[in-house]
């Protein structure tokens, strides 16, 4: 057989086929498989309107020549031979092939445009970025490309990464691979680390500015939403976002204490990243042992007594929040049983005749259909359960000293300005638990000295550019990610996010827009370390890397984490 993840020779377009590559549930949306397909048959394209929105990209199996050139561009090895593929990932060639007949092929080979560089003479581009996540990574990486440049990257915590480190959950090691094309990239000295340095507490944005051409905030979403609810202060009401952070090991959340000793639990939203909890609250201990997953988690999901997770969304089916690869992988979950029951499936008229429509987005049928797949499927009581609610919002959280119910309204779906919109009846519901996670969304926090929009919680920003409050562009300061578009879209989705920031960061120092720096690199060294002697740099890190990995081999595991900064500023003197 093959090896699906070593590239092919490339045939002439006009050679016969035995296979084609597909596209599976771990399809970052990076758009990096799009520009190498010689055929052309990878879609939708991010000049496309539909990839602002679709839950992955797709291959035309009619088209792929069997090349396999989007194999080794793929970062997340999502992409399979089709005669590869897993039990588990088979559907997708179905998938893949059903997105086609709703949007047939046309390609016209248009030539790929080399972004413009600077022109030499303007020497040498320095620019720092806050955050060292998926989006900071992507806009340094494409920095790297375009420019004679130097970059320096700052985050708070010891490690690089952000949440493809601490967000991503365990079980999705391949998802984690993003991190590996980062490392390689960032291999030269023109970039610098910067690690467990706080912007705001050991340089200012103004001293930021001083040192560098420009300086890019990729701070993310660091909070999230509440519900907004009578007893959410109650213990045993959390937040899905400090359960994630928990269980991945970040030093801010490894002291949290969750209550595992009870039967069921709650989870209000039924996003993505619900169904990473639901999963990891259900798993079987022995499989997440093969995982980073902090040993402190491990420990207290071993101990767990919980057998039954119930996922709150407030639309219907066909309006969840989880993508349809996210709940297709649930029923390959062994030893749990995913439940439905079939009168939550029923449908309001519009809906209804949204899903009779034959021109349906697939994925979106698809979502329906895993639905009534999985009410209509078998269940063994011994098994572990994933309970799915629909068209349910929480009205309060009950118990005296701790949560010991939650009461939520059924909600009906009402068209509101060619909306759907989830409306409370007067029905109501209770159901016993003692663990209740939020999983409603993320917001931005405020960035010192910069404006903020509280209202979407973001930087104003115009393609990047941070924005004043009269609307005219601040000289050299910039945003990508989260923070410039609120918290939507995946890993992959920062890529053109940060390619867009960049292109107008280059077009502003070609321009002759940007401030020279009054310093060098050479002068932001010394001053961070007199601030900060427990500085984390590019040796630091991967002193950190190597005492992790180490740790790891020798438990039959991709990394042990060092959970706690005493820790890891140890690993990375040593």
Same mark, same amino acid.
């Given at each position: 057989?093959r090896?699906?993840?070593?590239?092919q020779?490339?045939y002439l377009?006009?050679d016969?086929?035995?296979?084609?590559?597909?596209?599976?549930?771990r399809c970052?949306?990076?758009?990096s498989?799009?520009?190498?397909?010689?055929?052309?048959?990878?879609?939708p394209?991010?000049d496309?309107?539909e990839?602002a929105?679709?839950e992955m990209?797709y291959i035309?199996p009619?088209?792929?020549?069997?090349c396999?050139?989007?194999?080794?561009a793929c970062?997340v090895e999502?992409?399979?031979?089709?005669?590869d593929?897993?039990?588990?990932?088979?559907?997708y060639?179905e998938?893949?092939?059903e997105?086609f007949q709703?949007?047939p092929l046309?390609?016209?080979?248009?030539?790929i445009?080399t972004?413009?560089?600077p022109?030499?003479?303007?020497?040498t581009?320095?620019?720092?970025i806050v955050g060292?996540?998926p989006?900071a990574?992507?806009?340094a990486d494409?920095?790297?490309?375009?420019?004679?440049?130097e970059?320096?990257?700052f985050?708070?915590?010891?490690t690089?990464?952000?949440l493809?480190?601490a967000?991503v959950?365990?079980?999705?090691?391949?998802?984690?691979?993003v991190?590996g094309?980062?490392?390689?990239a960032?291999?030269r000295?023109t970039?610098?680390?910067?690690l467990?340095v706080e912007v705001?507490?050991?340089?200012?944005?103004?001293?930021l500015?001083?040192?560098?051409?420009?300086?890019?905030?990729?701070?993310g979403?660091?909070?999230d939403?509440h519900?907004?609810?009578p007893?959410?202060e109650l213990?045993? +009401?959390?937040?899905?976002?400090?359960?994630?952070?928990?269980?991945n090991?970040?030093?801010?959340?490894a002291d949290r204490q969750?209550d595992l000793s009870g039967?069921r639990?709650v989870?209000?939203?039924n996003?993505?990243?619900?169904l990473d909890?639901?999963?990891?609250?259900t798993?079987?201990?022995a499989?997440?042992?093969?995982t980073?997953?902090?040993?402190?988690?491990?420990?207290?999901?071993?101990?767990s007594?919980?057998?039954?997770v119930?996922v709150?969304?407030?639309?219907?089916?066909l309006?969840a929040?989880?993508?349809?690869?996210e709940?297709?992988?649930?029923?390959?979950?062994?030893?749990v049983?995913?439940m439905?029951?079939?009168?939550e *499936?029923?449908l309001?008229p519009e809906?209804?005749?949204?899903l009779?429509d034959?021109?349906?987005?697939?994925?979106?049928?698809?979502k329906?259909t895993l639905?009534k797949?999985?009410?209509?499927?078998?269940?063994?009581?011994?098994h572990?359960?994933i309970v799915f609610?629909?068209?349910a919002s929480?009205?309060a959280l009950?118990?005296?000293d701790k949560?010991?119910a939650?009461?939520f309204?059924h909600n009906? *779906?009402? +068209?509101?300005n060619?909306q759907?919109a989830a409306?409370?009846?007067?029905?109501?519901?209770?159901?016993d638990t003692?663990?209740v996670?939020?999983?409603?969304?993320y917001?931005g926090e405020?960035v010192?000295g910069?404006p903020?929009?509280?209202r979407?919680?973001?930087?104003?920003?115009?393609?990047?550019?941070?924005?004043?409050p009269?609307g005219t562009p601040?000289?050299?300061?910039?945003?990508?990610?989260w923070i410039k578009?609120g918290?939507?879209?995946?890993?992959?989705?920062n890529?053109?996010?940060s390619?867009?920031?960049v292109e107008?960061?280059i077009?502003?120092?070609t321009?002759g827009?940007?401030?020279v720096?009054?310093?060098?690199?050479a002068?932001?060294?010394? *001053? *961070?370390?007199q601030?900060q002697?427990?500085l984390?740099?590019?040796?630091?890190w991967?002193a950190?890397?190597?005492?992790?990995?180490?740790?790891g081999k020798?438990?039959?595991r991709?990394?042990?984490k060092?959970?706690t900064?005493e820790?890891?500023?140890?690993?990375?003197?040593?």
């Amino acid at each position: 057989m093959r090896d699906p993840r070593v590239a092919q020779p490339t045939y002439l377009f006009e050679d016969l086929h035995n296979m084609a590559y597909v596209i599976t549930q771990r399809c970052c949306n990076d758009a990096s498989c799009v520009p190498e397909c010689p055929v052309d048959c990878i879609r939708p394209t991010p000049d496309q309107p539909e990839f602002a929105t679709t839950e992955m990209l797709y291959i035309d199996p009619d088209t792929c020549i069997d090349c396999g050139a989007c194999v080794d561009a793929c970062p997340v090895e999502a992409i399979y031979a089709e005669d590869d593929l897993t039990a588990s990932l088979a559907r997708y060639r179905e998938v893949n092939a059903e997105y086609f007949q709703r949007h047939p092929l046309e390609s016209n080979f248009d030539p790929i445009v080399t972004p413009a560089r600077p022109p030499k003479e303007l020497g040498t581009l320095r620019v720092a970025i806050v955050g060292a996540g998926p989006a900071a990574c992507y806009a340094a990486d494409e920095l790297l490309r375009r420019s004679d440049v130097e970059v320096e990257l700052f985050d708070r915590l010891p490690t690089p990464w952000g949440l493809v480190r601490a967000g991503v959950a365990p079980d999705h090691a391949e998802t984690k691979l993003v991190a590996g094309m980062f490392e390689s990239a960032f291999r030269r000295e023109t970039l610098q680390y910067y690690l467990n340095v706080e912007v705001g507490k050991h340089i200012s944005h103004e001293e930021l500015l001083a040192h560098h051409h420009a300086v890019i905030y990729a701070v993310g979403a660091a909070t999230d939403r509440h519900l907004g609810i009578p007893g959410e202060e109650l213990p045993g +009401s959390h937040s899905a976002t400090e359960f994630v952070a928990w269980y991945n090991g970040h030093p801010d959340y490894a002291d949290r204490q969750f209550d595992l000793s009870g039967e069921r639990a709650v989870i209000v939203g039924n996003g993505n990243v619900a169904l990473d909890v639901a999963r990891v609250l259900t798993m079987d201990p022995a499989e997440l042992a093969r995982t980073d997953i902090a040993d402190y988690a491990l420990d207290a999901l071993r101990a767990s007594n919980i057998r039954e997770v119930v996922v709150l969304g407030r639309r219907g089916p066909l309006q969840a929040a989880y993508s349809s690869p996210e709940f297709m992988a649930l029923a390959h979950l062994r030893g749990v049983d995913v439940m439905i029951d079939d009168a939550e *499936l029923g449908l309001d008229p519009e809906s209804q005749g949204l899903l009779d429509d034959p021109d349906i987005e697939p994925s979106l049928r698809l979502k329906y259909t895993l639905a009534k797949e999985y009410a209509a499927a078998p269940r063994d009581p011994a098994h572990r359960r994933i309970v799915f609610r629909y068209l349910a919002s929480p009205t309060a959280l009950l118990g005296s000293d701790k949560v010991d119910a939650i009461e939520f309204a059924h909600n009906e *779906l009402v +068209s509101e300005n060619g909306q759907l919109a989830a409306r409370p009846t007067d029905r109501t519901e209770r159901i016993d638990t003692s663990l209740v996670l939020r999983s409603i969304g993320y917001r931005g926090e405020p960035v010192a000295g910069l404006p903020f929009d509280e209202r979407r919680g973001t930087v104003p920003n115009e393609h990047g550019r941070v924005v004043g409050p009269e609307g005219t562009p601040l000289p050299g300061v910039y945003v990508t990610g989260w923070i410039k578009r609120g918290p939507r879209g995946v890993i992959g989705s920062n890529r053109l996010d940060s390619e867009e920031t960049v292109e107008h960061l280059i077009a502003d120092f070609t321009a002759g827009k940007l401030a020279v720096p009054q310093a060098d690199r050479a002068a932001l060294r010394t *001053l *961070l370390g007199q601030r900060q002697p427990d500085l984390v740099d590019r040796d630091g890190w991967r002193a950190i890397d190597l005492a992790e990995k180490s740790a790891g081999k020798s438990a039959g595991r991709p990394r042990v984490k060092l959970t706690t900064r005493e820790d890891l500023l140890k690993a990375a003197r040593g």
